[in-house]
């Protein structure tokens, strides 16, 4: 994940945006990276400035400088980590896949997966200019700005979701079928390994959803956390230039990654990455139902069973967060707003079981 889902008010612009000194933990060794871009990327020429971005909870992201270009680094994190986690193998594989098809992604330049470079596996890609949104209500904006920025997320996420993932190369980036079944399994088993204390409300869903799975749909390409401030706009337009972090990506079921997006309009709008309660057609933002209409019209889907939906996408951000808990108490967390994702694991799943019992629980 790239920040806090549920977090205190702050200034989310300030707080996330930008670069940072590199944290000692995550250091590189700046010669050996220098020596393999020098054999691996297209040309390159140092010297090599190093940061580190201040987002970014999983995979530690490094802003790469030169003298004539700009990169930026993606890593696993060093030390014991779940199992199937930081996969930034298959990041690169999704990413060079799309970026051959057109779809707005950083340039992929290469993957390292030697990792007596720089101490773990990463890939290096082309820096993409631009805006990054990480408040959901769009201050400073006009309301027909906000809508613009609103639909072409919609749009972007439906144009992924019209790929068949063996014409672009992707036939095996993940299993088909029964695609919430283990999607839930898989994110009981990352809870349950990085459980630190009893949470009731975990313990009802994980109960709960695999006896109460919606009918299956298509096999496509899904981002896994796509949402506003996962993406690059142009400086001057509604124009996505990049959409970011594809960690969680697989081949799965569409209504997971379009219900996703949705719940920003179940998070109360005090939070910067909700809008429950806000004036929406004051602020130009569509409502959910404008949302699924322009959704279906791109791709001739719209979800079933919402408010399932919105308990298995909020049951996994739950999950998510236990993973960075566990990261904190084992010192692996990436990012200084980690504990402040730990404490929404609570909250998280509070909400998730408000949601399946109106799904039925």
Known sequence: MTDAKLDAPMDAQAAFSGTREVD?????DEAALDRWMKA????YAGPLTISQFKGGQSNPTYALTTPGASYVLRRKPPGVLLPSAHAVDREFKVVSALYAQGFPVARPYA?????????SIFYVMD????RIFWDLKLPGLTPAERR???EVQTDTLARLHAFDPAAVGLADYGKTGNYFARQVGRWTKQYRASETEPVAAMDRLIAFLPDSLPPEGPSRIVHGDFRLDNMILAPDAPQVRAVLDWELSTLGDPMADFSYLLIAWAIPASLRNGLAGADLEALGIPSVEETVDRYAAATGMRPANLDWLYAYNLFRLAAICQGIAGRVRDGTAASAHARSMAAQVGPLSDAAWGFAKKAGA
């Open 148 to 150: 613009a920025i609103y």
């Open 111 to 119: 993957l390292c997966t030697d990792e007596n470079v720089i101490g």
């Open 24 to 28: 000692p933990r995550y250091r590189l």
């Open 127 to 130: 820096r993409v200019e631009g």
């Open 40 to 43: 691996h990327v297209e040309g």
